[in-house]
C-alpha cells in the first residue's frame, strides 16, 4: 500500500507528505497549506 499523507504524534497541524501528495495539492490549486523539505537520513 503507498500512502502519501502522515500524522505525527499529537501535532494537529503537522503532517507528513509524500512529494507526490505536495504536486498534487500543486497542480490542484488548493491553498492554505504550507510545505517544507524535510531532510532523510
Keep these: 500500500m503507498d500512502?502519501?499523507?502522515f500524522r505525527v504524534g499529537n501535532?494537529?497541524?503537522m503532517v507528513i507528505?509524500?512529494?507526490r501528495?505536495?504536486?498534487s495539492v500543486?497542480?490542484?490549486g488548493l491553498d492554505?497549506?504550507?510545505f517544507r523539505e524535510l531532510?532523510?537520513?
Design 3 to 5: 500512502l502519501d499523507l
Design 11 to 13: 501535532f494537529a497541524t
Design 17 to 19: 507528505g509524500t512529494e
Design 21 to 23: 501528495f505536495r504536486d
Design 26 to 28: 500543486l497542480r490542484l
Design 32 to 34: 492554505g497549506l504550507t
Design 39 to 41: 531532510p532523510t537520513r
